[in-house]
């Protein structure tokens, strides 16, 4: 396979993964924008998401982390307008998509609303720098996807 260039690729590539491919995929996803986050429960969560034989109990134990990191960086951004804070809470989302179990989805795709919220954290960093890494962000999902499929 080639590698994915654009949106609709990329859409289609991850609706083409099984829900456990997509966890993995959306694990990777939040990796990539660890930096962004301060709560270390978030490592975490990514190390549970990413691994492929984690266990029902540990992947509610990570949700129930992510959970409580979306909502503990949702309230230090609020009101002050911390766009660290905000990015913050946005890899938390991300996080909280990779580890929802499947049924709980109501047909969302766990790898895209990581990837979703991975990118509304790169633009919450780059409002805060004055400097737009949404762009890259987008064409940093399309190698991670195109090298994880190869893999």
Known sequence: MTGITNESEFRQAIKGLDYDRQRVLAAKFVEHVLELSTDKRIADVVRIAADSNASRDELAGALHAAR????????????????????????????????????????????????MSSRMAQTCKSIAAADDMSVQEAQDQYRILSEYIAS
């Open 68 to 115: 409580a990191s979306a909502i503990d960086t949702h309230t230090r951004c609020g009101s002050e307008g911390d766009w660290q804070e905000q990015a913050g809470y946005f890899v938390a989302r991300a996080a909280v998509s990779a580890v929802t179990p499947e049924s709980k989805l109501a047909g969302a795709s766990s790898a895209l609303q990581a990837a």
